[in-house]
């Protein structure tokens, strides 16, 4: 696999990850899906690595029946964006499945997704404030904080 | 920022996939759910109808999220396996085995024959126990009633199995990081032996129910299309994709824990639609049945947990006579095991297709982060798509089909 938007690729208990330009992601998808067969995107997600910079990972698994073999692409994203979140090329285009699993990474993280075609939270109400998976979000929310504590 | 209580008890929002008014004069927006008995839990659905022809269908989940990835980042790596119970809960044990064989790729430890084999066996038997849910509810659904109470009736025996090993009928976190929760009961083998004896006659008399039953037959084949390519693309694993032609099974193709040393078959049909995702999961009871008979037989024997002190609790009585024994009690119990800083990836074939656990470890004892990538989440996106231009009394069959669990999409 060799692809100019692959920054380096390492290996750890017979995984393989690679460290992925974010500007060119939806490009390396697509080369991954139709020329490497990597026909199934297995998730989405995120790690928010708080309060070091770069602040998050967005993590993609990537499956290829055909050669029984899943690789993991990371991508760099700066925590301090403007205007106010993140942000990353969806791959919607490249698998459909990304649709929910952009959704639920920018419900929990506040990850936006460009050229997503809904991007809505998923599993939280719409009108939650706040993105519960942060590190820097307090876990009973601040819904329950009182005014003691 | 501030939020005040009244703000999330207000009237859920609609879906903005499909605006509330419908798009043409002549069609209706139907409201399915939250609380509608063939949904298998708090599923919405806004179906977007022409006459009696589903035009759209927009799944609005989430109504079941517990933020249990939140709650992992809080617990010590072991007291995590009791949260993975209440994710998929007909399919328990393969969301303990996944958790429990990720952490041990992270910790680099060898799990003893015995553990492995017995946990391949309770595995199986939590595919047998939601498959029989799955099909009785389906059933039901669909008005064969008698299934919901012959499934059922076998399901207790699985139940009681569960209660024996773990004390635990449905949560029981009896797979463990480093082996298992407790050593297999003493007469285990008389009680799993009797039952497995008797499950294929039992399989046998669903299939006299059903095959030949014309009501079922109209009511499963040729309904519930989706074509194999969007299901790959839209992220549809397991049962599903084997009903459409597919050969994959996690189990052959990345085997763990042992799995390759069992000898069964993946069964496939290929007609993509109720009927053979009913055929499939069928004789996939049967696959199980032979697996848990093959378990049975030639169980190893050893230890049912890991040589790694500094992981698996020791014995009471070496804590009597043994001063590391007691110093690893101590360490295990107040601050929980570290686990090397590291992440994994590691998926497991569920009932309901491919369950993965993803843990980012930054070498303390509580995980930095886990995400479940769940197969309901995943099989409820092909959906709209299945539903698309069939008509609304076939979406009853259809939901059934993909057999999902809301706890597992919504997590």
Redesign the interface.
């Known amino acids: 696999m060799n692809h100019p938007a692959i920054l380096e690729t390492s290996q750890a208990f017979g995984e393989s990850t690679s460290y992925a330009d974010p500007e060119r992601i939806v490009d390396l998808c697509r080369y991954l899906k139709d020329t490497e067969k990597f026909i199934r995107l297995s998730g989405i997600t995120a790690v928010d690595l708080h309060p070091s910079e770069p602040r998050f990972e967005v993590v993609y698994h990537l499956h290829s029946l055909e050669r029984n073999q899943r690789i993991r692409l990371k991508c760099r994203l700066s925590g301090v964006a403007s205007p106010d979140i993140p942000e990353i090329d969806s791959v919607t285009s490249v698998w459909r499945s990304a649709n929910w699993y952009e959704r639920e990474v920018f419900d929990m993280f506040g990850i936006g997704f460009r050229n997503h075609p809904n991007l809505v939270r998923i599993l939280m109400p719409t009108d939650w404030e706040g993105y519960p998976l942060r590190k820097d979000y307090p876990v009973h929310g601040y819904k329950y904080s009182y005014p003691s504590e | 920022?501030?939020?005040s209580?009244e703000?999330?008890t207000?009237t859920?929002?609609a879906v903005?996939?499909i605006p509330a008014t419908p798009s043409a004069p002549r069609r209706m927006t139907l409201n399915m759910g939250p609380q509608h008995p063939s949904t298998h839990g708090v599923l919405r659905i806004v179906l977007e109808l022409e006459g009696e022809t589903i035009i759209s269908a927009a799944p609005d989940?989430?109504f079941l999220?517990t933020?249990i990835?939140?709650?992992f980042e809080?617990k010590t790596w072991q007291q995590g396996v009791t949260l993975t119970d209440r994710v998929d809960y007909l399919a328990n044990l393969s969301n303990n085995l996944v958790y429990s064989l990720s952490v041990e790729?992270?910790l680099?430890i060898e799990i003893p024959a015995r553990a492995q084999w017995t946990r391949v066996m309770m595995a199986e038997l939590s595919r047998l126990n939601s498959h029989l849910v799955w099909l009785g509810t389906h059933a039901l659904d669909i008005g064969a009633m008698t299934m919901f109470f012959y499934c059922f009736r076998e399901r207790e025996d699985i139940l009681r199995i569960f209660e024996m090993f773990s004390g635990q009928r449905m949560m029981t976190s009896y797979i463990r990081i480093g082996g298992l929760a407790l050593e297999p009961p003493r007469g285990w083998q008389q009680v799993v032996g009797k039952f497995i004896k008797a499950f294929p006659s039992k399989v046998d008399e669903y299939e006299e129910l059903l095959n030949a039953n014309p009501i079922w037959m109209q009511r499963t084949q040729g309904v519930g299309f989706i074509s194999l390519e969007d299901m790959?693309?839209?992220?549809v694993t397991g049962p599903m994709l084997r009903g459409a032609g597919?050969n994959?099974d996690i189990r052959k193709?990345?085997p763990y824990s042992s799995y390759e040393k069992f000898d069964f078959r993946v069964p496939v049909e290929t007609g993509n639609d109720v009927w053979s995702r009913y055929r499939v999961r069928l004789q996939e009871m049967r696959e199980s049945a032979k697996i848990i008979t093959q378990a049975l037989e030639g169980m190893p024997d050893g230890p049912w947990q890991a040589d790694a002190p500094h992981v698996v609790l020791p014995d009471r009585e070496k804590m009597k006579t043994q001063m590391e024994a007691l110093i690893y009690h101590f360490k295990i119990v107040t601050e929980g095991f570290r686990v090397p800083a590291?992440?994994?990836?590691q998926?497991v074939e569920a009932p309901r297709g491919?369950i993965?656990y993803?843990i980012?470890s930054d070498g303390t004892s509580k995980p930095?982060?886990v995400?479940m990538?769940t197969p309901s989440?995943?099989n409820?996106?092909g959906l709209p798509k299945m539903l698309e231009n069939t008509m609304i009394a076939d979406s009853i069959a259809a939901l059934g089909s993909m057999d999902f669990v809301l706890g597992d999409t919504?997590?």
């Open positions: 920022m501030k939020h209580f703000d999330h207000a859920i929002p903005q996939e989940i989430g999220h933020g990835e939140k709650e809080q790729k992270l680099q790959l693309d839209l992220g597919l994959w193709s990345e590291g992440e994994a990836y998926c491919e993965g993803y980012v930095y982060r995400h990538r989440f995943g409820l996106q919504d997590r």
